[in-house]
């Protein structure tokens, strides 16, 4: 009931995807800690195969070099612009201190179901168990397409269908 980040980390290996995503266009904000680049560009690669865009923030050249007041403003703007808000649930992004920040803004501005965890494993843990009765949550079909899995439930829509 998670993705394994060695299997992000293979994902993330190819060519980076850089996206700048069009207004209207089918996107997800993703939640993560800057630390996790390379699981993040290996869910990018992920979510594309699988007919989804992944807005990173250090991928968007009109980003502050250097987190302020004007970061923030542009990540409420761009979570409420994004189709989904997704929350890449690794052991730095549950520590860090702006993804809470960024899923609290999420849960107050999103509905419900617009919102996404990926659980993750690390060989050492598991990240994420904390969201999983609260959103749903992104992991591997038993066909290997990526889907999106209700609380407690075994069967998810996949992410191309959403």
Same mark, same amino acid.
């Given at each position: 009931?998670?993705?394994?980040?060695?299997?992000?980390?293979?994902?993330?290996?190819?060519?980076?995807?850089? /996206?700048? @995503?069009?207004?209207? +266009?089918?996107?997800?904000? %993703?939640?993560?800690?800057?630390? #996790?680049? $390379?699981?993040?560009l290996? /869910?990018? @690669?992920?979510?594309? +195969?699988?007919?989804?865009? %992944?807005?990173?923030?250090?991928? #968007?050249? $009109?980003?502050?070099?250097?987190?302020?007041?004007?970061?923030? +403003?542009?990540?409420?703007?761009?979570?409420?612009?994004?189709?989904?808000?997704?929350?890449?649930?690794?052991?730095?992004?549950?520590?860090?201190?702006?993804?809470?920040?960024?899923?609290?803004?999420?849960?107050?501005?999103?509905?419900?179901?617009?919102?996404?965890?990926?659980?993750?494993?690390?060989?050492?843990?598991?990240?994420?168990?904390?969201?999983?009765?609260?959103?749903?949550?992104?992991?591997?079909?038993?066909?290997?397409?990526?889907a999106?899995?209700?609380?407690?439930?075994?069967?998810?829509?996949y992410?191309?269908?959403?």
């Amino acid at each position: 009931m998670s993705i394994s980040e060695s299997t992000l980390r293979s994902a993330g290996s190819a060519a980076p995807i850089h /996206l700048n @995503a069009a207004s209207g +266009q089918r996107t997800a904000f %993703l939640c993560h800690s800057h630390h #996790d680049r $390379t699981l993040a560009l290996g /869910l990018q @690669a992920l979510l594309k +195969q699988n007919g989804m865009d %992944l807005y990173i923030d250090w991928q #968007d050249s $009109t980003m502050p070099d250097k987190p302020s007041g004007e970061t923030a +403003q542009r990540l409420r703007t761009r979570i409420q612009q994004c189709s989904w808000f997704l929350f890449l649930a690794t052991h730095r992004s549950m520590t860090s201190r702006w993804c809470p920040w960024e899923l609290g803004h999420a849960d107050g501005t999103k509905a419900n179901e617009r919102i996404l965890v990926v659980p993750t494993y690390d060989g050492s843990g598991s990240y994420g168990s904390e969201y999983i009765d609260l959103y749903r949550r992104v992991d591997f079909a038993s066909d290997g397409r990526l889907a999106a899995f209700s609380p407690g439930q075994l069967n998810g829509r996949y992410i191309y269908s959403l």
